[in-house]
């Protein structure tokens, strides 16, 4: 019966890091350094907790279609913008694509980034244009413009997954200006960057800005995105969403979390602390960059080489050899808790 699977879906799919997870167990590595996902380590929000608690106790009902309680945390956490949620950033991307593509439009992606535009685009029926970065991994954007030419959608990650590259407003000014479409600028990292998009959501009505509650904010496991869009869009997008898609728990969880950004301080304070010794205290070439992470190129090995060689002492990292258009010799690491990062960078370095 495999026949009737749709092409997009007979060749690979999004890679989870679990081989490097295998490895270091083998090693003999009960509790490795998890530095592959960028995730906060430390546990989440008190408050976050007790609400989807009691998010839990009245789940008999269906989910506040309007989800006022996490759009009144958001706009007293930003100001007043026009907000959508989804089931993570992903989802988000999803209703999005589901919103704007038919097959055969074209939608542009700033590459090498995040696999997931590429696969949710094609999975949408639409044609995937990737648009290459410079050497240093910025971005210029007049190849950007010229390249998305007829595009509806545009994507551009910053801080860029994995390069860590943060690109400057003005040049996302200029790409607003340029384009026929809307851009998707996506923000999972930017509360670890001195940079802020926000202000560019007053000028332009071709922006949606897309966060998420996973990286900085410690709810992976909830599945929380959201986006700023434009006020013209929010009707469209509501229309395209999956009704009740996102649970009452986990937008009881975001709400919470939102009302006392204070808790992370401390956890985003070690990040920059501990980009700034990756990129300047290990012997191969970090990318410098703006996120919980930092992406070293690690010729002469393989990216997939050195994953196996940090797994064997305990150290799970990714490899980004699945990036496509970036080649074979980068890996990607973590900003951990600070014994993950040590164990980092005392088995790193002498190799
Ligand atoms: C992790 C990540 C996301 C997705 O986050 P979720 O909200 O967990 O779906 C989106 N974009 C980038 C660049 C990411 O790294």
Redesign the pocket.
């Known amino acids: 019966m495999r026949h009737l699977i749709r092409d997009v879906y007979s060749g690979g799919g999004y890679v989870f890091a679990t081989k490097a997870a295998d490895i270091a167990r083998s090693a003999g590595y009960a509790n490795p350094a998890k530095l592959a996902?960028?995730e906060n380590p430390y546990p989440p929000f008190p408050n976050a907790v007790r609400k989807a608690y009691g998010a839990l106790e009245v789940c008999n009902r269906y989910p506040d279609e309007k989800m006022r309680e996490l759009k009144d945390a958001l706009a007293a956490r930003h100001g007043d913008y026009t907000f959508v949620t989804?089931?993570?950033?992903?989802?988000?991307?999803e209703t999005t694509l589901r919103a704007l593509i038919d097959p055969g439009d074209r939608v542009s992606v700033s590459v090498p980034?995040?696999s997931?535009y590429g696969l949710a685009v094609r999975a949408q029926g639409g044609e995937f244009v990737g648009i290459g970065r410079e050497d240093d991994f910025t971005v210029d954007p007049e190849v950007f413009i010229r390249k998305s030419k007829g595009c509806k959608l545009s994507f551009l990650?910053s801080p860029?997954?994995p390069s860590g590259t943060v690109t400057p407003p003005e040049v996302v000014a200029e790409i607003l200006e340029g384009i026929d479409g809307l851009l998707f600028l996506?923000n999972?990292?930017v509360d670890f960057c001195d940079t802020d998009y926000r202000s560019l959501m007053k000028k332009y009505d071709n922006l949606i800005i897309?966060m998420?509650?996973?990286?900085a904010y410690g709810l992976?496991g909830m599945?929380?995105?959201y986006a700023f869009i434009p006020e013209w869009f929010e009707e469209y997008y509501n229309r395209a969403q999956t009704p009740f898609v996102m649970n009452s728990v986990s937008a009881a969880a975001a709400a919470g979390a939102l009302e006392e950004p204070a808790y992370i301080e401390g956890y985003v304070s070690s990040v920059r602390e501990w980009r700034k010794r990756f990129e300047t205290e290990t012997r191969f070439k970090a990318v410098p960059g703006g996120a919980n992470f930092v992406m070293f190129d690690v010729s002469p090995y393989r990216g997939d080489e050195m994953v196996e060689m940090l797994a064997e002492k305990g150290v799970i990292v990714r490899s980004c050899t699945s990036f496509p258009g970036l080649g074979d010799n980068y890996i990607r690491v973590s900003i951990g808790e600070d014994w993950e990062c040590e164990r980092f960078l005392e088995v790193f370095n002498p190799l």
């Open positions: 996902s960028n989804g089931v993570g950033m992903d989802g988000v991307i980034t995040f997931f990650c860029n997954n996506d999972a990292y897309g998420t509650m996973s990286k992976a599945r929380v995105g």
